[in-house]
C-alpha cells in the first residue's frame, strides 16, 4: 500500500496496524516533495512477479530466425582455461532457441570468417576488450555491438546506462570512480576492471582519477563520494539486484554505466556499438544536443 501526501499527514494508526498484522508492505511517498519515491521503486522491484524480469531475450531477437550473428571471442591469459565465459554459452543458447545460427570465431580469425558467409551476418557480438579490432574488420553495414552492452540491456536498463556513460565527460582529475563487480573472481594479468577500463578512462579524461572496486555483495550503501560508477555486465547476478543498484545510482544523482559501454565511448565507437539498440542511440544522440 502506497500513502501519498505523507507530507501533509501520516496514515492513522490502526491502518498500519491493520496493514502490519496482514503482513501488507507499506510506503509513505510525497509527490509533491518528491520523497520516497527510491522506497517505492525497492519495493515494486520486490515484488513484481518472476516474468517480469525473466521473460526477455539476450540476443536473439535483433537476429532473425536462419541468419547468422557472428560471435567474436577471444582466447588470451584471462580466458577460462577449457570453457567460455557465460555471456558467450548464454548468448549461443539464445540464439539456438530463436532458431538462428551462431558462427564463434577469434578476433585474428574474423575476417578470414566473414569471407567465408554467402552473405553478411545479422549482428557481429564481440568481447568488449577486442572493440577496435573488430570495429577495423566489419564493414560498416553490418550492426555490430558487445557481450557486455547485450547484458546491459538484459540484466538492467540499457537506456538508463548509456545516460550515465556520458558521465565520463564530467570526469576531472582526482574524481572517485568505483567499478563494481557481482563476480569474485580473482584477478589476473591485464585484468578489464583493475588494469584496462582504467587505463582506458584515464587516457580519455586526460587527468589522474581514483579508482576503487568492489566485488560480489560489496556495493556501498553511500554512493555520493563517486562521481561514475562502471558496472560489470552482472551475469552471475540478476536483474532485480542490477535495477536496484540502477535506481539507488540515480537517488544519489550518480551516473551509473557498463564495462562494454565505458570501453566503447573512451575508444570513439559509441554510437556504432549502438546501433542494434535504435532507443538508445536516439537517446545518446538526444542527450548531446
Given at each position: 500500500?502506497?500513502?501519498?501526501?505523507?507530507?501533509?499527514?501520516?496514515?492513522?494508526?490502526?491502518?498500519?496496524?491493520?496493514?502490519?498484522?496482514g503482513?501488507?508492505?507499506?510506503v509513505?511517498?510525497s509527490?509533491?516533495?518528491?520523497?520516497?519515491?527510491?522506497?517505492?521503486?525497492?519495493?515494486?522491484?520486490?515484488?513484481?512477479?518472476?516474468?517480469?524480469?525473466?521473460n526477455r531475450?539476450?540476443?536473439?531477437?535483433?537476429?532473425?530466425?536462419?541468419?547468422?550473428?557472428?560471435?567474436?571471442?577471444?582466447?588470451d591469459?584471462?580466458?577460462?582455461?577449457?570453457?567460455?565465459?557465460?555471456?558467450?554459452?548464454m548468448?549461443?543458447?539464445?540464439?539456438?532457441?530463436?532458431?538462428?545460427?551462431?558462427?564463434?570465431?577469434?578476433?585474428?580469425?574474423l575476417?578470414?570468417?566473414?569471407?567465408?558467409?554467402?552473405?553478411?551476418?545479422?549482428?557481429?557480438?564481440?568481447?568488449?576488450?577486442a572493440?577496435l579490432?573488430?570495429?577495423?574488420?566489419?564493414?560498416?553495414?553490418?550492426?555490430?555491438?558487445?557481450?557486455?552492452?547485450?547484458?546491459?540491456?538484459?540484466?538492467?536498463?540499457?537506456?538508463?546506462?548509456?545516460?550515465?556513460?556520458?558521465g565520463i565527460?564530467?570526469?576531472?582529475?582526482?574524481?572517485?570512480?568505483?567499478?563494481?563487480?557481482?563476480?569474485t573472481?580473482?584477478?589476473?594479468g591485464?585484468?578489464?576492471?583493475?588494469?584496462?577500463?582504467?587505463?582506458?578512462?584515464?587516457?580519455?579524461?586526460?587527468?589522474?582519477?581514483?579508482?576503487?572496486?568492489?566485488?560480489?555483495?560489496?556495493?556501498?550503501?553511500?554512493?555520493?563520494p563517486?562521481?561514475?560508477?562502471v558496472h560489470?555486465?552482472?551475469?552471475?547476478?540478476?536483474?532485480?539486484?542490477?535495477?536496484?543498484?540502477?535506481?539507488?545510482?540515480?537517488?544519489?544523482?550518480?551516473?551509473?554505466?557498463?564495462?562494454?559501454?565505458?570501453?566503447?565511448?573512451?575508444?570513439?565507437?559509441?554510437?556504432?556499438?549502438?546501433?542494434?539498440?535504435?532507443?538508445?542511440?536516439?537517446?545518446?544522440?538526444?542527450?548531446?544536443?
Open positions: 500500500v502506497v500513502f501519498n501526501k505523507a507530507d501533509l499527514r501520516a496514515p492513522a494508526a490502526n491502518e498500519i496496524e491493520r496493514l502490519d498484522r503482513g501488507i508492505p507499506r509513505m511517498v509527490a509533491a516533495a518528491g520523497t520516497g519515491i527510491l522506497d517505492l521503486r525497492e519495493a515494486l522491484l520486490r515484488l513484481a512477479p518472476a516474468d517480469f524480469f525473466d531475450r539476450l540476443v536473439s531477437d535483433l537476429v532473425p530466425p536462419g541468419e547468422v550473428a557472428v560471435l567474436v571471442v577471444p582466447i591469459k584471462e580466458a577460462p582455461k577449457g570453457r567460455l565465459i557465460l555471456p558467450q554459452v548468448a549461443i543458447r539464445d540464439l539456438l532457441d530463436g532458431e538462428s545460427m551462431a558462427l564463434v570465431t577469434q578476433e585474428r580469425e575476417r578470414n570468417a566473414l569471407t567465408r558467409l554467402a552473405r553478411p551476418p545479422a549482428l557481429v557480438v564481440t568481447d568488449s576488450q572493440f579490432k573488430v570495429a577495423a574488420d566489419v564493414p560498416r553495414d553490418v550492426p555490430m555491438t558487445s557481450f557486455s552492452i547485450l547484458m546491459a540491456r538484459f540484466q538492467g536498463d540499457l537506456t538508463e546506462q548509456v545516460r550515465g556513460t556520458l565527460e564530467r570526469l576531472k582529475g582526482g574524481d572517485r570512480v568505483l567499478i563494481a563487480e557481482t563476480c573472481h580473482h584477478p589476473i591485464e585484468d578489464i576492471g583493475r588494469v584496462k577500463i582504467p587505463r582506458w578512462l584515464t587516457q580519455y579524461v586526460g587527468a589522474r582519477l581514483e579508482f576503487e572496486h568492489t566485488q560480489g555483495r560489496d556495493f556501498p550503501g553511500d554512493l555520493s563517486y562521481a561514475l560508477v560489470c555486465g552482472n551475469c552471475t547476478g540478476n536483474r532485480r539486484e542490477m535495477m536496484s543498484r540502477l535506481h539507488r545510482a540515480r537517488a544519489a544523482g550518480v551516473p551509473l554505466t557498463n564495462y562494454g559501454l565505458t570501453i566503447a565511448y573512451s575508444l570513439g565507437i559509441f554510437e556504432r556499438a549502438l546501433a542494434p539498440f535504435p532507443a538508445a542511440l536516439e537517446t545518446f544522440r538526444g542527450a548531446r544536443v
